[in-house]
């Protein structure tokens, strides 16, 4: 796979210095530039945007379609035949061509789009600071040293290292890092080994900022912002070259190889020995060439591929690349990234803890629908339930999130979706009320009223609101507070007892302390949930965060602690279950803690679920980052599990693993997830929770976001590998007998060398005849064992000894078939004048050269009508021989002498019906038949065609029985030296030629296009990063 290339550039750790060193680093102060000092560096940095990658013209689109082998020899063929005036001919050959280049301008003519999208992502406008003041302006005009203003419901404008924060300022960068929650934001020194989700003191550019607001020196921008680096990821990672497009290139450059041969042979042996004219020995060349080479294929090939895409579709699996299809086949390892693929991206309340026992709550996500099960998994009675709603209503109305019924929604599988404002915290904590009775929690929060509060800030860790207990005057005062347990329990004097909130003892606090430790081990984010009445005198406009923090002594009553969860998927579960049934390893990557990666893996079966966290190994994106790439090969294949992962160590992972010799499959819905989605042999992005970045990135998109539409796609692509070994073990060996039955009827002297099969005649059948046989077989059901097989080995060729055997075994005995017809009829069709004046001219000519002692005079082959029935004969022979062993390709080991040859594949019988159709009509519709060199043929022909088909489907059954025992071996042996039964060398495409080497697939056919994979020049690139000391001017405001 190519190296990915990133301009490089020491990057500079500012979340590992102080705001004052950063002030001076960039020249600036928290007063911000002076307008000539932005312009000045805007004129020296560029703008705040992202380089948009270099897009192929129309006419390279097409050029890459025509850059094919064999394209090219049947322009060629066209160009002879246009030269000899055959316009037939010319018009067929030419259409076949364009089919095939519009074919493959309609399925591959997508442009890259990813950059394009991330650019969407960018914000349009931007306040930044400048002489003192605020002013708003473009955000493609921010540059290094800015101080921009950013608060709730703000893009960041570039990447920034915050200097003030106010208001527990929370910036959701779930795109870049998979992180869930908002992350609180602070100004203090982060450590510099810390990963991308563990600098909280920067604000990311294009993430969302959630709540509160603050100040940040710009220090990223344009393609050197963390989001320019992953589009320049994007932009210049190369799509994998699938194994499908691998083994039809080998095909194509073998058989071009074989037809030049054949052909130059066939020409020579034409004019040079029988003294054809040279025109003839053209045309019989042409017959050759068009005979041997398989027009049909790269038709039946794509159309296949596109039918296989549609019944992708029709199950939620969106295929944006048509090879990608083969390739789901093949994968032997999926890399899953974890919030929103694995799970729901939609934290869930997991568990209650109250002094009594642990409660479990079922459902997952936000709907609610779920109930409350004590430690034996039984429901609780509704009286119960009633009680820990009255417990746990402070997690309702301390809570500021709210959630809604959207009936117009993307997802088809969900009735109702319910969306979420605000924290997804909190939105769990109220469809955890939802599920114990509360039917609305705006009426619900109506009856209690707020009347106080301390927001949630990360200072303090703890959010308190003081609720009336009804909406009467006077009504007696109540205050929730829910926050981290290490902060409450001190805080705590009480809790309640027997689960009833009217009885009430001294706290436990080691209870309490040790059971928030056991949740948060397993990966669970726990609130403890508090509340104790409260004093009207004690309540005013400023109360903060000291009402608890400075209380003379602990006064809260401990109600119990929930643990949040963002869940696994139930079908994600099942879908890892079948996956690795089918030999094919899933791994998780994530930004998210190691704890809660590994809590996810163990619920999915990921990872042994018995085993200890201590036993279990979860890598690191830093202590990636600390491991060349042979460090990294040792370890990648036995772990699964890697969290705090960057970009880049994503990238290096699936790298990794395609060293290691795995089909790799990367899912993921985030920006974060571009690179390794489109480095990966098949990219699955999301398709309702996905952004439009890994949409674009990737070769298929999920409509229904479940991780076992992924399975399901294997099936297919595994369905569609076996039909593609069908079509192609059917088309070989039918091109092989029609140009071999050209040239042996110059070999064999059959009535004066007559050629049995014209050009046209070859054309029709490879493309008409070949491509509903193929479409046929593309249609074949998946055989039982599918899913319990390993995967495919990687390299496995399509042509492989079974074709190969098959290309000398079946060939032969339809070129037998074809000839014996072919001669037969001649010698049973009385000669008419043509034929006598032709023999007549050949002896002249024969005795001219015998009495001159040498020279030559070249002969035209005359069209008589006894060599056109003969033609028509052989012609027949050929298709319905063909059709025969249509219906032994359908199965590749097993017997065609069964039920399920007539039960399955209802569209075999119609092709046969439909190809039958076509033969009558052009071997018995005057004037047809005569641009075909056909006439009608009697009875006795069409017994012994029938006949002979059916010879030919008994023989080759007779060969599936016993060849796998007494042939294949020795035919495995004597390919061995040749390697064209084998699996492909890992070594045989090195390295360096696939960092060089850029693929382009086409539908219609495929081939290797060199062109250097680069990235824009320095120079080139939009923004900056890094100090601008030492720039132009000064800063106004420096201090």
Known sequence: MPDVELIVVEETKWHAIPVAEILKMQSTSPEGLFDSEAEARLKQYGTNELTPPPKPSFLMKVFIQINNILIYILIAAAIVAGVLQDWAEVALIGGVVVINVTIGLVQEGRAEQAAAAIQGMLSSKATVIRSGERKLIDAKNVVPGDVCFIQAGDRCPADLRMIEVTGNCGILEAMLTGESNPISKHTDVCLPQSALGDRKNMAFSATMVMTGQGKGVVCGTGDLAEIGKISAMVSNVDSQKTNLMVQLE??????????????????????????????????????IAVAIIPEGLPAVVTISLALAMQMLANNNAIIRQLPAV?????????????????????????????????????????????????????DLPDEKVARMLKMFEGAVLCNDAGIFKNLNHKNPNVPVAWEPIGYPTEVALLTMGMKMGITEVKDFKAQQPRVGGVPFASEHKFMCCVHAASTAPGAPLTIHVKGAPDRLIPQCKNQVMDDDLSKVGPIDENYWQDKASQMSGLGLRCLAICRADFDPKDLSDNMDADLLLKAPTPFLTMIGVVAILDPPRPEAIEGVAVAQMAGIVVKMITGDHPATATAIAKMLGIVDPKLQESSIRTYTGPELDAMDDEGMDSIVLECNVFARASPENKIRIVKSLQRRGQTVSMTGDGVNDAPALKAANIGVAMGITGTDVSKEAAKMVLADDNFATIVKAVREGRRVWDNLVKILLYNMPVNFAQGLSVFFAYIVDIDGHQVPLTAIQVLYVNMITSVTMGL?????????????????????????????????????????????????????????????????????????????????????????????????????????????????????????????????????????????????????????NEIFSNAPIGAASWALILACALAVFVLVEVEKAVGIYYIMPSVKKGCAPWGCCTGEDEQERTQSELNQVQFFASGASTFGLPTRAGSANAGERHGAQGPVAGAAGTSGYNV
């Open 776 to 928: 046929m077989l593309a249609m074949e059901p998946a055989e039982a064992d599918i899913m319990t097989r390993p995967p495919r080995r990687k390299g496995k060729r399509l042509f492989g000894k079974m074709v190969f055997w098959h290309c000398f075994f079946v060939s032969g005995i339809m070129v037998v078939c074809v000839l014996g017809n072919f001669a037969f009829t001649l010698g049973n069709i009385e000669k008419g004048a043509e034929d006598y004046a032709y023999e007549a001219e050949k002896a002249a000519v024969k005795m001219e050269r015998a009495a001159e002692g040498g020279g030559r005079r070249a002969i035209r082959v005359p069209k008589t009508a006894r060599l056109m029935e003969a033609r028509a004969v052989a012609f027949n022979m050929l298709v319905f021989a063909e059709m025969a062993y249509a219906l032994n390709c359908r199965f590749l080991k097993d017997s065609a002498f069964n039920f399920k040859m007539f039960t399955e594949n209802k569209w075999c019988w119609v092709a046969i019906a439909v190809t039958t159709v076509f033969q009558i009509f052009l071997t018995y519709t005057p004037g047809v």
């Open 326 to 378: 083969e390739t789901l086949g093949s994968v032997t390892v999926i890399c899953s990234d974890k919030t929103g693929t694995l799970t729901k991206n939609e934290m869930t309340v997991q568990l209650m803890q109250t002094s009594t026992q642990q409660y479990k709550m079922t459902g997952v996500g936000y709907s609610p629908v779920g109930v409350v099960q004590d430690e034996n998994s039984k």
């Open 250 to 287: 080998m095909f194509g450059r073998w058989i071009s190889v074989f037809v030049l041969i054949i052909a130059v042979i066939t020409f020579c042996v034409a004019y040079l020995v029988h003294d054809f004219e040279l025109g003839d020995a053209f045309k019989s060349t042409v017959a």
